[in-house]
């Protein structure tokens, strides 16, 4: 079976005070790691998929990378407007999303 | 991408009662997924809506209790029967890209179901 866990559980930041998020797997196949960003009382929104050891993608002050059993979410500089739940899915052999419990980030000014 | 819609937004409900949930999709998309989301707890797939047959369900969810349709590449509806408090969470409907490609996966905003 799948499994996704994320670290830290909660995260505070001050603004401008730069951090990364964890995301490690297991997962039989992986066809993609996806990161969203959820925002209170609202839906998942689609940031990231990463496919392979060593890939990263950039959105803003976000950054993504990937190794063979974990993701970060690096958050550069951040701002009050980066306070969120930060979701981390996989997608395995049977093409379902897994997702992990979420970090949630505040960020203070 | 695909922007996607629900109604309603959110619901309370009596015990013993249906709630049927819409899920609007903006353009024509392949593959559309209920997902539930409990309070502080991450998603669960539901079930996966197909277009023009059964919904394949997750273990643990039985059509019964969550009758999905699916009559269109843009729409379909999940259906929460004979409601228990244990059945209040968040209701997210799902779909793939118009490319139909597994790379990105989208959310309507949720459906808050408050059963008393």
């Known amino acids: 079976e799948d499994q996704v866990t994320q670290s830290p559980e909660a995260l505070r930041l001050q603004e401008g005070e730069s951090s990364s998020l964890n995301c490690s797997y297991t997962v039989s196949g992986l066809r993609g790691l996806f990161w969203y960003r959820q925002d209170p009382g609202k839906g998942p929104e689609f940031l990231f998929t990463l496919y392979s050891a060593g890939e990263e993608k950039e959105k803003e002050r976000l950054k993504a990378t990937l190794t063979k059993k974990e993701s970060f979410l690096h958050i550069t500089a951040p701002k009050p407007e980066d306070s969120a739940t930060y979701l981390c899915a996989v997608r395995s052999n049977d093409y379902k999303l897994s997702f992990g419990a979420g970090t949630t980030v505040t960020v203070r000014a | 991408s695909a922007v996607i819609s629900q109604k309603p937004s959110r619901d309370i409900c009596q015990r013993g009662t249906s709630l049927t949930i819409q899920c609007q999709v903006d353009?024509?998309?392949?593959?559309m997924f209920w997902y539930r989301q409990q309070p502080g707890q991450s998603l669960t797939l539901i079930a996966t809506a197909n277009q023009g047959s059964e919904a394949t369900y997750e273990s643990g969810f039985v059509i019964d209790k969550f009758p999905i349709s699916r009559p269109n590449l843009t729409f379909s509806t999940l259906t929460v029967s004979n409601m228990s408090p244990e059945d209040s969470s968040i209701y997210l409907c799902?779909?793939?890209?118009?490319?139909?490609?597994?790379?990105?996966?989208?959310f309507g905003p949720g459906t808050r179901l408050t059963v008393l």
């Open positions: 799902s779909a793939l890209g118009t490319s139909g490609n597994y790379n990105e996966q989208f």
């Open positions: 353009s024509q998309v392949t593959m």
